[in-house]
Structure formats: C-alpha cells, structure tokens
C-alpha cells in the first residue's frame, strides 16, 4: 500500500520561512505529478504548486516569486520551500501525488494527511 508522510510545518512569523517535504513509500512505479495543496480556515481546498516529472510547474499566483516546488524521483520526495510567508498562508497543507504502483495497472490519488503551516507574530 502506498503512503504519503508529510513534515516540516509549523508556527513562524511574517517574514518567515519553512520548508516542507513529503516522501511517498510503498508499491510504487511512477509519480506524476506531485504537488502540495493547502486550505485555510473556511476556505477552500487551492492548488499551492505541483511538478511534473518532466519538470513542468504550476504555481498559485499567490505564491509565484515566494515559493519553489522541487522533487527528488530517487527518494520519491517532493519539497516546498516557502519563503516571505504572510498570514494568508496559514492553512494546513496537504501533499499530493498521482501513483501508478505497477507498470501494467492505472494510476491513483494519494494524499497526505496534513500539516499546520501558521504564519503569525
């Protein structure tokens, strides 16, 4: 069975960095993509980044230019590095990653079971 565990939120300030990752194990053939989605307080569920393993991104334009999405297909981890963080970035966020766990089966949904990212002073 397949698992996304994910680490590295909690309580910064404005200004404020973090770096989270989360690496899937398990019956695994291919990843693609992987990303991270986050959602706020009466909010909801928004695209943050994710990555192709062609290296194809997309970014929600509130994070461009703050936020750097990269992966590592040898250890079948993805990373998020936020930086200049604001309190509209607290949310929980939630790694994301469509599997195909044999060559000759289809591919699956896999999330993460959260981690608190909050941004206050």
């Known amino acids: 069975q397949v698992q996304l565990v994910e680490s590295g939120g909690g309580l910064v300030q404005p200004g404020g960095s973090l770096r989270l990752s989360c690496a899937a194990s398990?019956?695994?053939?291919?990843?693609?993509?992987m990303g991270w989605y986050r959602q706020a307080p009466g909010k909801q569920r928004e695209l943050v980044a994710a990555?192709?393993?062609?290296?194809?991104?997309n970014y929600a334009d509130s994070v461009k230019g703050r936020f750097t999405i990269s992966r590592d297909n040898s250890k079948n981890t993805v990373l998020l590095q936020m930086n200049s963080l604001s309190p509209e970035d607290t949310a929980v966020y939630y790694c994301?990653?469509?599997?195909?766990?044999?060559?000759?089966?289809?591919?699956?949904?896999?999330w993460g079971q959260g981690t608190q990212v909050t941004v206050s002073s």
């Open positions: 994301n990653a469509i599997i195909r766990p044999r060559w000759d089966t289809g591919a699956f949904e896999y």
């Open positions: 398990g019956t695994i053939f291919s990843i693609d993509p």
């Open positions: 990555i192709t393993s062609g290296g194809r991104i």
